[in-house]
C-alpha cells in the first residue's frame, strides 16, 4: 500500500485543525467541575471569544503556522488557570525550582499573552498596511494596551463579584505589585515574540 507524501506545506496546514481540537478538548475538561465556576466564567469568556473569532476567520485570513502556534499556548494555559483558577494550578515543581514563595503559573500565563503581538504584526504586514517595523511597534504597543486594559477589568471584577471569587479571578496572591508585575510580563512576552518576528519571513515585508 503506497503512502502519500506530503510537502511541508501541507504538514503545516495539518497544525492549525490540530491545535483546534486539542483547544476544544482542554475547553471542555476545564468546564468539568471547576474550582469556581464564577471565576471560570469570568475567566474564559473572553479565550472562547478569541478562538470563536479566529475560527470564524480561518477561511478568509489564515495566519502563518508560527502565530497558530504561539495564539494557542495562551489559549490553553489560560483554560488550565480557569479550572483550578490561577493561584491553585498544581505547579509545586517550577515553585520549587526557583524557590519562589508563590505560584508563579500566572506570571507565565502573562508572559503567553505577549505572543499575540506576532501575530499582530504579521497581520499589519501581510495586509500591507505597514512596513516590518512600524508593525512590529503597533504590535508592543497593542499588547501593552491589552494588558493594562485586562488589569482594570480584573480590578472591577473583584471589586463588583467580592468574596472568595473577587480574590481568586485577581490572583495577586498577596502582592502588592501583581498588577504592574503581570502587565510586565505581558510586555516581556511582546518583545520576546516579536525578536523571533524581526527573523521571520515577514521581516522584509
Known amino acids: 500500500m503506497q503512502t502519500m507524501d506530503l510537502s511541508p506545506a501541507e504538514y503545516r496546514s495539518k497544525v492549525p ?18 474550582a469556581d465556576s464564577a471565576v471560570w466564567w469570568a ?6 471569544m478569541i478562538f470563536a473569532g479566529l475560527a470564524l476567520t480561518y477561511r478568509t485570513f489564515r495566519f502563518s503556522t508560527v502565530s497558530y ?9 489560560h483554560t488550565i488557570g480557569a479550572h483550578y483558577t490561577f493561584a491553585n494550578v498544581p505547579f509545586d515543581w517550577f515553585t520549587e525550582l526557583g524557590n519562589f514563595e508563590r ?13 499575540y503581538a506576532y501575530p499582530a504584526a504579521e497581520w499589519l504586514v501581510r495586509k500591507q498596511w505597514a512596513r516590518p517595523v512600524t508593525a512590529m511597534f503597533f504590535g508592543l504597543f497593542f499588547i501593552m494596551a491589552v494588558a493594562a ?15 472568595d471569587a473577587g480574590i481568586e479571578f485577581l490572583g495577586s496572591q498577596g ?9 510586565l510580563a505581558d510586555t516581556l512576552g511582546a518583545l520576546a515574540a516579536l525578536i523571533g518576528f524581526a527573523f521571520s519571513r515577514w521581516r522584509k515585508g
Open 17 to 34: 485543525p490540530l491545535l483546534a481540537v486539542i483547544i476544544i478538548a482542554t475547553m471542555v475538561w476545564s468546564f468539568i467541575n471547576p
Open 43 to 48: 475567566e474564559m469568556l473572553p479565550i472562547m
Open 69 to 77: 502556534v504561539l495564539m494557542s499556548v495562551l489559549l490553553i494555559m
Open 103 to 115: 505560584n508563579h503559573y500566572d506570571r507565565i500565563a502573562h508572559f503567553t499573552v505577549g505572543f
Open 149 to 163: 486594559a485586562y488589569e482594570i477589568i480584573e480590578w472591577q471584577f473583584a471589586v463588583i463579584e467580592g468574596g
Open 175 to 183: 502582592d502588592v505589585w501583581d498588577a504592574q508585575k503581570d502587565m
